[in-house]
């Protein structure tokens, strides 16, 4: 199995940055695509950010471009998640996710990823 742990998350002030991190353990082979999402209090979980295996190939919610930038290091099994310009929008706990699919068809989705972690809280005031 694949045991994602995410970290980094904390309190920032609006137009902060916070950088967060998604260390993947287990049948790391199956963390083809790579995935950020997040859940306000009293809100579905929401689709943040995707990348490829070869982290060349990324996709973001629109409330995410020109502000988050995800990364990833094949060699540490690590995801990152930079965020810049933050909104007390962005509070939410976010979520690492591991997926086996090898293409961005449907990165949105939960159900294409077959692992998650416990969330990392972030909270930001203004």
């Known amino acids: 199995q694949v045991q994602l742990v995410e970290s980094g998350g904390g309190l920032v002030q609006a137009g902060g940055s916070l950088r967060l991190s998604c260390a993947a353990s287990?049948?790391?082979?199956?963390?083809?695509?790579m995935g950020w999402f997040r859940q306000a209090p009293g809100k579905e979980r929401e689709f943040v950010a995707a990348i490829s295996w070869s982290g060349r190939n990324t996709y973001y919610a629109e409330s995410a471009k020109g502000r988050f930038t995800i990364s990833r290091d094949n060699a540490k099994n690590t995801v990152y998640l930079q965020m810049n310009s933050l909104k007390p929008e962005d509070t939410a706990v976010y979520y690492c996710?591991?997926?086996?699919?090898?293409?961005?068809?449907?990165?949105?989705?939960?159900?294409?990823?077959?692992?998650w972690g416990q969330g990392t809280q972030v909270t930001v005031s203004s």
């Open positions: 287990g049948r790391t082979f199956s963390n083809s695509v």
């Open positions: 996710a591991a997926s086996p699919f090898g293409s961005l068809d449907y990165v949105a989705q939960s159900q294409k990823y077959s692992y």
